[in-house]
């Protein structure tokens, strides 16, 4: 019989859901921080960017050896290191190849590897790569046991924890990433000012590193325009930014003539998009002091930009540009890294440094110790063989007569020609004398065995002597960052500093309206909302030719330097350009080709923006309030939502406000007059209530003066005014329901 708890359910573990899901966002968020976002403070790599270099090193691909193609690198670094798509593997490949990504590559590539105008690179099969000089500095030591060595994900194979890092990888090629809740952004720095701070650095700790590193040095080179305080708090904070300039010059093109050439841009600018959007402002109209932009880059960069007329000055066309493009962008600096590869810290300047500095002396004293462990095996060696060739004859008869000769050189009692006192042989030496070719038993061998000998124990002696002074220790790493120094310092081919570092010029920019030609226009906008502007100032009542079906409604004089604003039922404010509503000729074009326009929606009020002048905004349902005009300026196409309008009601009403009283009339044609005090100024929102009904909704509202009465055109045309005693009886405080308007007053229930 089957034993009754076969069958049992397992065990279920309970516990709460808040709980279970902290422990387990929490160990991702650790994984991702970890593994994936933030460099490593003593090497600068994150993991795929070390098993990616140390899986090259295993294939040899060191800097003089022949390329392999990249399939073949990241299927090594997918199959045996790292256990992710080989996708994320190659983007880490082709960046690490990228000139214009990184100001000193890792990687050297052949083969198409994207460029700076934002082109992909080809895939993995038809690209091959090696390592670099500066990626072979990265990985020297590391047969030395300079770093410590774990396993790989399926314990086939080992892989470094950190590399040993000659070069100050971190702070000279910069990191990027995000992780959960943190990020990092550190940007690349030129090695030889980097090298120079390490100096001074390791001479006295509490050295002013940014006095002698000005500033990030960037591969595409620009013009940072950062104070130089500005730069110093940042690096002392380990937070901040950096606002790099594009580089350009004028060239003369002969009687007054001149073009602007771009020959460097901002780092991680895409040139094509760059372009792109120097011609957008060109054909928007935003920039008007440009003309054109051409892009004729071929091996560099050389953008051509054009202005409208000699008689622009470059310097203010510019200046334009930087703020309307990406020109000029600012490079955010989050020094955020692993400190010992485990503890993530916003760090200074100064705590990256002294965190590489540490890093290469623990790797000096790892090193150091491993060679003495060496140096110790072979003066083991050497002192057998020494012995042997002092006592060949014994050593020649014991090896012929013994069965076993080993035990029997072991067991002797040997002279070594440098103590009285006897030796006696270790397993090592007896091993290695009884594996010596008969060749190596001249007289000339013997020396070269002392020579060798005396060398290192004199090698011995000078490491201990580094493994107990901690100032011959850091006199080495000196030694060891001065040749980084000269292999890819500022005197080094393609070291010198890329990025200028400049005050930013004091040019005064004049506002877009003042760089458009002033000129008249009378604007016109048809009932279904098609919109012209006339050119000169024509008489609003003109007959004008309109679309089937279509009339006139809005007619008004402006300059192509007024912004014109549209408000819609729905109580959304839109700003149109006068420059750049469409000519006079043809029906003009329709209004919501120009702005957001809601299917349902429609114009309730075009008009010209004065500064300093206000409306009064009115809705069907009987609420409003005043506003200036400047609140309604909308910076977008979609516009700002001016008033709040109740369920069903739309905006009727946008009047300016020139008097100290206010007439409201509803529907149902009663009229009521009360203070214009007793409205709020609001910049948007609902207003309060201006009139009450039982039935219907607010018509019409006008601002006027009482002392000059309530005026309003009858339907022959002829001015109708109501004054003194009679005004007297339509006063009521706001929110009344009024009464009956006067006889004569308009049957559409309007005042205008």
């Not at 030796?423 to 038993?441: F, G, H």
């Not at 549209?566 to 509503?581: I, N, P, Q, V, W």
Request: hydrophobic fraction near 40%; proline fraction near 6%; glycine fraction near 8%.
């Amino acid at each position: 019989m089957a034993d009754e708890t076969d069958d049992a359910p397992p065990s279920v573990t309970s516990e709460p859901l808040t709980r279970a899901l902290g422990e387990r966002y929490l160990q991702y968020a650790l994984s991702t921080i970890m593994h994936r976002a933030l460099p490593d403070a003593r090497d600068g790599l994150k993991p795929v960017h070390r098993r990616l270099l140390y899986a090259m090193r295993q294939l040899r691909l060191d800097p003089a050896s022949p390329f392999k193609k990249s399939a073949r690198v990241v299927g090594d670094v997918i199959g045996k290191y790292h256990p992710h798509g080989e996708l994320s593997v190659y983007d880490a490949l082709v960046r690490a190849a990228q000139d214009f990504s990184l100001r000193y590559p890792l990687i050297e590539g052949q083969g198409n590897f994207g460029n700076i105008d934002g082109d992909n690179a080809a895939a993995q099969r038809y690209t091959e790569a090696r390592l670099t000089a500066v990626a072979a500095a990265m990985l020297d030591g590391l047969d030395e046991d300079a770093v410590d060595l774990r396993a790989t994900y399926d314990g086939s194979e080992e892989e470094p924890v950190v590399l040993p890092g000659a070069f100050p990888n971190l702070l000279a090629n910069g990191a990027a990433g995000i992780a959960v809740g943190m990020a990092t952004s550190i940007p690349p720095h030129n090695a030889g000012e980097l090298c120079a701070a390490l100096l001074a650095l390791i001479e006295n700790p509490q050295a002013d590193v940014a006095a002698i590193v000005p500033g990030p040095d960037f591969p595409t080179g620009g013009v940072m325009i950062e104070p130089p305080e500005s730069v110093a708090e940042a690096y002392a904070t380990g937070r901040g930014g950096f606002r790099l300039r594009a580089r350009w010059r004028t060239e003369d093109l002969g009687r007054g003539v001149y073009q602007i050439v771009v020959t460097e841009i901002p780092y991680q600018v895409q040139k094509s998009k760059l372009v792109e959007r120097l011609a957008q402002l060109v054909l928007e109209k935003k920039a008007p002091m440009l003309a054109d932009v051409r892009d004729e880059s071929a091996e560099d960069v050389r953008l051509i930009l054009e202005p409208r007329s000699r008689a622009v000055d470059p310097a203010v066309l510019m200046e334009t540009l930087f703020k309307l493009s990406d020109l000029e962008t600012r490079f955010p600096l989050n020094m955020n890294a692993l400190i010992d590869g485990r503890t993530p810290r916003v760090c200074s300047l100064r705590e990256l440094l002294l965190a590489f500095l540490g890093h290469r002396r623990e790797v000096l004293q790892r090193r150091s110790r491993h060679r003495l462990e060496k140096i110790a095996r072979r003066l083991e060696l050497l002192e057998g063989y020494i012995v042997a060739f002092l006592n060949l004859d014994r050593v020649i008869e014991i090896i012929r007569g013994e069965d076993e000769p080993k035990p029997a050189l072991m067991a002797e009692d040997w002279s070594n020609g440098d103590s009285p006192t006897p030796v006696r042989l270790t397993d090592a030496q007896a091993e290695a004398i009884l594996n010596m070719r008969l060749r190596s038993l001249r007289k000339l061998e013997e020396m070269a065995l002392r020579q060798e000998r005396d060398a290192l124990t004199a090698e011995q002696a000078d490491l201990t002597a580094l493994l107990e002074s901690p100032a011959k220790q850091w006199a080495r790493i000196a030694d060891q960052v001065r040749e980084i120094d000269a292999r890819f310092g500022r005197d080094a081919p393609g070291g010198a500093r890329r990025t200028t570092i400049a005050a930013a010029p004091q040019v005064e920019i004049m506002p877009p309206e003042a760089m458009i030609e002033r000129e008249p226009i009378t604007v016109l906008c048809s009932k279904n909302g098609w919109i012209r502007a006339l050119r000169g100032t024509q008489p609003l009542d003109a007959e004008v030719k309109h679309k089937d079906g279509d009339g006139p409604r809005f007619a008004f004089h402006a300059e192509t330097t007024d912004r014109i604003l549209a408000l819609t039922r729905s109580g959304r404010a839109f700003t149109l350009s006068g420059d750049k509503l469409p000519g006079g000729r043809g029906m003009g074009e329709p209004l919501r080709l120009m702005i957001d326009l809601a299917n349902d929606d429609d114009v309730a009020a075009l008009f010209v923006h004065r500064p300093g002048v206000k409306r009064l905004l009115a809705s069907s349902a009987g609420d409003g309030f005043v506003v200036a005009e400047d609140d309604l300026i909308a910076q977008t196409r979609a516009g700002r939502q001016a008033m709040t309008l109740a369920p069903g009601a739309r905006l009727v009403v946008a009047a300016p406000v020139t008097g100290d009283h206010v007439a409201v009339v509803g529907e149902n044609r009663r009229l009521s007059v009360f203070a214009l005090t007793e409205i709020p100024e609001l910049s948007k929102g609902k207003g309060v209530r201006l009139q009450k009904y039982k039935d219907g909704g607010l018509s019409d509202a006008i601002v006027f003066w009482k002392g000059e009465g309530l005026a309003w055109k009858d339907s022959a045309g002829r001015t109708r005014t109501v004054a003194g005693p009679e005004l007297e009886e339509y006063l009521f405080r706001r929110a009344s329901a009024g009464r009956m308007a006067p006889r004569g007053f308009p049957r559409n229930n309007r005042f205008a």
